[in-house]
Structure formats: structure tokens, C-alpha cells
């Protein structure tokens, strides 16, 4: 069972990972909360209840990560755990109940002296082109950037990005490094992913940049390598456990 916002869901990736799953709307936390804890007690035989609550993210990006208004977007969903779920839960229920809580990521802020735009750089010479002739931008994200070079171009587009990027101290590798240490997984590379995988990787380790496209805007982002960003919080416990707590 699925429990997530209204209106989240309807996109080929959305559809892809939650096929044959059964899906229930809320509009706000505490109906989240609510909502899990029907969907349990309602549940004849072994059920699995996912329950997605990307608020904090969401005020993380607008806001910060230690805003005072993010805060209070956490500080709800903690209520509504402690309260629809815990509280509230039958306690026949609760002894076979597993809880939990964790985040497919952190996140870091940035300040208007570690944000850059990439359309101040003057890359575009370096970039291979697409089928139209177009260069091909910068992939992954504000602080996982990936490029796919000119022929020849490498080591000139490495150090316009070292020196361009120099605030926000990044860190560059290239396309063997990348393979040799695995980053983007321990398979055997296909033939797909070595299509894709970046000639030129750069994560800042302060900051981030990207184009002028609305994410400059962001205060909070993440997939870098900061400890603040890469290791989440986790916890699980019976809920009959937290009940006589």
C-alpha cells in the first residue's frame, strides 16, 4: 500500500515503481498519518505500508535545511507519528507492527557567494554535440555535474571547471576514475551506461551551480558528497514498544 500527496504519482517513473501497488491520496500530514494507520488496521493478512511525506524537502529547497519553517514541517510529521499512528494504533495491531522512519537523502544550503551559473562559464566549446548540432549541457544535478566532452577537449574543460568552479572547491574526475571506483555501482558496466557515463564528473564540495533555470533560486540541495547530504537519519522499533513508552 502507498500512502502519498494528492496529485503526486502520474509520471512514467512514479508509474514504473509503484505498479500493482494500491495507492491512497492525503492532503496534508496529519491525514498521512491518519491514513497509515487505517490502512494497517484494516490490513487481513501481511501488508506493506509506504508512506511518502517529502515536505521536509520540499522547505529544505525553498527555505534552508535549518529554517524555521522547515522545522515546523518536520516537527508535523513527528506530531502526526506520535499521534495517528502511535497513539492511536490498536494495541492487538501494534505488536505486529514494524515502524519505520528514515530518507533517501539530506541536504546542504548554499549562499549567494557558493552558487554559480554554468551559462558564465564559456563551456560550451568543450561540449559534444547532439544529432541537431546543439551542445550538450551539463546532466545530473546542481551538485552532481556531468559532462560529455568534444574530442580533445577534456583537459581544457577540466580546467575551465577547476577554475571557474574555484569557490565552491570541486571535485573533478574523469571517465576512468569514475569506472575504476565503482560510483555509480559495482556491476559490470553495459553497454548503455557506457554510452552515459560522464568524460568529466564535478561534485562541489561547498555550494553548487547549475543553469539559471530556477534551481539557483534553491537554498537547500543535494546529491553531493557532504556527510550533511549523503547519511540519513534511520530508525525502527515494534510500535507496541513505543506505545508503552
Known sequence: MLVQPEGIGDDP???QVTQRADSVSYLNVPQAGYCVRETIEAAEEPTYCYCYLPTVDAFSHEMGVAHPETDAQLGAICNAIEREI??????AVAEETLLIVTADHGEVDATPETTIDLGTLDLETHLRRDEGGDPIPALGGPRNLQFHTRDGDREALRADLETGLAPLDPLVLERETILDEGLFGDREPSERFLERCPDLLAVPKKGFAWYDNGHLDNVGMHG??????????????RIDTLQDD
Open 13 to 15: 517513473y512514479d508509474r
Open 86 to 91: 502511535v497513539g492511536k494504533l490498536d494495541p
Open 224 to 237: 553531493g558528497m557532504h556527510p550533511d547530504e549523503t547519511l540519513v537519519p534511520f530508525a525502527a522499533a
